[in-house]
């Protein structure tokens, strides 16, 4: 438990590459526990982390291996909200058809993972409406399984996201405000560090420039020290160098001209 925890707070801080080891030792660990469920769950978070930095091909190994241990109820959920991010769009509606087929009377699935599975597979296909309509079902947004307990909040981002899609800055943010509001229910997912940055570009998208480059700001100290090459880091610094540039410059057109 310890090495998935620690794994999960390397990719809060950004750095994907050394989860993966941790990943695998607490794997490890639960198998030779004889707890293939969790060492299970351990995978299905893992490809879950890697799809949300777009480690596609990752995602998409470890969800394999993920259902190759069980395919439990928090198990699918994990896998396919990494696959329906990876863009594996008929592998991942496959599963969640299965999910609401054995689980029909389970509340959790069907107010909390299946809505959230729709809206991703609605946002994969570029479909930002049908993504906000099928999270209007999604009544549980802070609950999570018995054995995927870190994946909380996740309703919440999503509905971010197909806010952002949909160019709705201010309901954008006051979804990812959620999460910022609620650290000691999200803790070290990932998505807790990408909040800021969303929210950033969610303030951006209504033209606040004070408020989106303090949440910039936020997102790159928490990953100061993150992998270089990340694809989202990269973009997130391109878009802050953008806008201090965009601010500066406007700054500079208000200034009066002194009188001669």
Known sequence: MLL????????????????????????????????????????????????LFDNFTEARERS???????????????VVLALALAGTGARAQAIADDLAKRFAEDTLVQFNYLPTIRGQLALSHHDSLKAIEALEAAAYEGGTGVVLRFLSFYPVFVRGEAYLAAHRGSEAAAEFQKILDHPGIVVNEPIGT???????????????????KAAYQDFLTLWKD???????????????????????????????????
Do not use: C, N, W
């Open 64 to 78: 394999a291996t993920a259902l190759g241990l069980s395919t439990g109820r928090d198990v699918e959920y994990g």
């Open 4 to 51: 998935a925890a620690e794994a999960d707070t390397a990719a809060y801080f950004g750095r994907p590459g050394k989860p993966r080891e941790l990943s695998r030792r607490a794997v490890a660990s639960a198998q030779h526990a004889g707890k293939g469920g969790t060492a299970a769950a351990y995978e299905a978070d893992a490809a879950l982390r890697e799809a």
């Open 194 to 212: 990408l909040a800021h940055l969303q929210i950033g570009r969610a303030y951006a998208m209504q033209g606040d420039t004070a408020k989106a």
């Open 226 to 260: 993150a992998d270089p090459d990340i694809p989202i880091l990269k973009q997130a610094k391109s878009e802050y160098a953008k806008r201090a540039l965009s601010s500066t410059l406007s700054r500079r057109v208000q200034v009066p001209l002194a009188p001669k």
